[in-house]
């Protein structure tokens, strides 16, 4: 069993910065691809940014393209979602998924582990 823990979450004004991390438990962190996904009120759970389990294919929203980056460390079970331009409409709980794969995937209902979530609040 995987355990995933998001951290970095907070209050940012509008344009500001924060840096996402999502700690893994277990000796197979390394083969499996990772996302990153948002919830807001009322709203479904929607995909951000997906990595390969080797780091090596990565894919974005549209809606953050430019502006998210998604990055991962295996030494360190780790992956990062480094978001930069913060926009009042990202404004969400956002949580990272592991796949038991090596390719991520767009639809939350291929990954196999999730975390709590962590809440995002960008202010105006």
């Known amino acids: 069993q995987v355990q995933l823990v998001e951290s970095g979450g907070g209050l940012v004004q509008a344009g500001g910065s924060l840096r996402l991390s999502c700690a893994a438990s277990g000796r197979t962190f390394s083969t499996y691809a990772m996302g990153w996904f948002r919830q807001a009120p009322e709203k479904e759970r929607d995909f951000i940014a997906g990595?390969?389990?080797?780091?090596?294919?990565?894919g974005y929203a549209d809606s953050v393209k430019g502006r998210f980056t998604i990055s991962r460390d295996n030494a360190k079970n780790t992956v990062y979602l480094q978001m930069n331009s913060l926009k009042p409409e990202d404004t969400a709980v956002y949580y990272c998924?592991?796949?038991?794969?090596?390719?991520?995937?767009?639809?939350?209902?291929?990954?196999?582990?999730w975390g709590q979530g962590t809440q995002v609040t960008v202010s105006s």
């Open positions: 990595i390969s389990s080797s780091g090596d294919s990565i």
């Open positions: 998924a592991g796949r038991r794969s090596g390719s991520y995937n767009y639809n939350r209902l291929y990954y196999d582990y």
